[in-house]
């Protein structure tokens, strides 16, 4: 039985190749549909004397358009035994939901549940593909499928080694962070 393409790019059972990848960039709309500065950089600021408001990398294809950050509460997380919680928003760009509700948790939740939780946000794990509605990142990566210390998916490495330092700063492991 052969199976049927129903997409134009790639054959079916087997992983894109080079080719492939440069065919998907230069069908997929690359111009963007929305703003990361405006839909959450911008809106940072406003919480640093509230929050630890700090950057945590940025993307190499363009480092001053897509900084990442991370919306900390200010208490130290090695200062009780609050269970420690990680909110990230944007991993698959085309999920507007994930980068406003993040947004939407910081703004109006955030302060409220910090007496229970350490709390973290990373609100937009995935800034290009937040601008161009993309599932995929900019080298056809998923950066869902990429969380690992070495993921040739920068997004999702940063995460990952952000994630790392904040276990050693508080003496934790990964094991005590509910994602």
């Known amino acids: ?11 079916p059972g ?27 950089l911008s809106r940072l600021d406003f919480w640093q004397n509230t929050f630890d408001v700090k950057q945590y990398g ?9 900084p990442l950050y991370c919306v900390k509460t200010k208490e ?21 939901s994930g980068v406003h509700g993040a947004m939407l948790f910081i703004e109006k939740y955030m302060q409220h549940y910090s007496q229970y939780f350490h709390i973290a946000v990373l609100p937009c794990v995935s800034p290009w593909s937040y601008e161009c509605v993309q599932r995929w990142n900019s080298q ?19 995460v990952v080694e952000w994630l790392l330092k904040q276990s050693q700063l508080s003496n934790n ?6 994602m």
């Open 1 to 11: 039985m052969s199976k049927q393409q129903f997409y134009p790019i790639g054959t």
């Open 14 to 40: 087997f992983p894109w190749s080079k080719d492939d990848k440069s065919q998907w960039l230069k069908r997929v709309n690359q111009k963007p549909q929305r703003s990361y500065r405006d839909d959450v």
């Open 58 to 66: 940025a993307l190499s294809q363009d480092p001053q358009r897509y």
């Open 76 to 96: 130290d997380f090695n200062s009780n035994n609050k269970p420690c919680i990680l909110i990230t928003g944007g991993t698959h760009g085309y999920e507007t």
């Open 140 to 158: 056809c990566l998923d950066p869902n499928r990429q969380y690992l210390q070495d993921s040739p998916c920068e997004e999702s490495r940063l």
């Open 173 to 178: 492991n990964t094991n005590n962070w509910i």
